[in-house]
């Protein structure tokens, strides 16, 4: 059975709070919510907080998750994890002051633990996720034998690396999502969605015009294109970056978060890397055509730097 401690009376996975522990006292972060499932009740209320289930019947519909799904509680939402499944404590989610979030990132980033932010609703820019299991041993090891030299491959954002979408970027993006103008049920993803894509606070009977649907793509890619920044190690160039966005807005941060693709590319291997992107084709178990068609753009996109 999982246990849990408490940070800034957030409840959280005991194995976590060392790791948070480490990250408050280098930044000063006050983290806001970490675990609320049903089973910490009472210390949330204790503390004027509320469970997952409760948020969910109290807020307006489509603001909180449902309480099968959702990384506060471990299962998984279809961002994180697959849907309903139970998740490792590590992919506990974390909740942040906006203001520091990418200080939190970068501190994380020092001791060799890689968090993100892996939902494209601007009102979630407060959630962060591991993308991987963190270990303490790093931190130990850098903190006895110092930094270890970097690999070649590695010039984390420097400062003529890619931040943003391009032009070319955008209308790649918006040609393959199409527009709705009213709110559908997304198969794949299993979240209503809208727009040019958009997720994370659509209800079902909800519809946009043409101008409001490309206000929240430039919104959705410009998170996107800070999950491709949190999570990617190694130098990209404009194409490249464009692809990864493209990835990202289409399948998730957490998909990339989770991938071979990303192992591959933080290794410096980027043949390697795109010959992953057509592995991400498929809803469940079928094959679709314009998931392929989608996926070999980007693979074509992504080499075009790629000696």
């Known amino acids: 059975m999982l246990r849990y401690a408490v940070i800034d009376d957030c409840p959280c996975p005991r194995p976590m709070y060392p790791l948070l522990k480490k990250l408050k006292k280098e930044t000063g972060c006050t983290f806001n919510s970490i675990y609320r499932g049903d089973d910490v009740a009472e210390q949330l209320h204790k503390v004027g907080k509320h469970t997952q289930r409760e948020l969910f ?17 471990l299962l998984g939402d279809g961002v994180v994890g697959t849907l309903h499944q139970k998740l490792p404590w590590w992919k506990c989610g974390i909740d942040i002051n906006d203001d520091q979030v990418d200080e939190v990132i ?4 020092r001791h060799g633990w890689t968090l993100y932010r892996p939902y494209s609703s601007g009102s979630e820019y407060h959630h962060v996720n591991f993308a991987r299991k963190p270990s303490r041993w790093k931190a130990f090891f850098r903190n006895v034998f110092g930094e270890a030299k970097p690999k070649k491959a590695k010039h984390h954002h420097a400062s003529h690396e890619p931040t943003e ?8 993006i918006s040609g393959f999502e199409g527009f709705r103008a009213n709110a559908y049920w997304d198969s794949w993803g299993k979240v209503w969605t809208i727009g040019y894509g958009h997720t994370g606070d659509v209800h079902h009977d909800q519809q946009v015009t043409g101008a409001e649907a490309l206000e929240l793509l430039r919104k959705d890619v410009a998170t996107a294109a800070r999950a491709v920044r949190d999570l990617v190690d190694v130098h990209l160039d404009q194409d490249q970056f464009d692809a990864l966005v493209s990835f990202v807005f289409n399948l998730g941060a957490g998909a990339l ?27 469940g178990d079928q094959v679709l055509a314009g998931l392929t068609r989608r996926r070999r753009a980007e693979a074509t996109l992504f080499l075009k730097g790629v000696k």
């Open 106 to 109: 970068a501190a994380a980033r």
């Open 165 to 172: 979408l391009s032009v070319a970027g955008s209308k790649f």
């Open 257 to 283: 978060a989770e991938s071979t693709l990303l192992k591959k590319l933080n290794r410096g291997n980027y043949k390697g890397a795109a010959k992953q992107f057509r592995r991400w084709d498929h809803a």
């Open 57 to 73: 019947e109290e807020l307006p519909a489509g603001v909180a998750n449902p309480p099968d799904r959702g990384t506060h509680i």
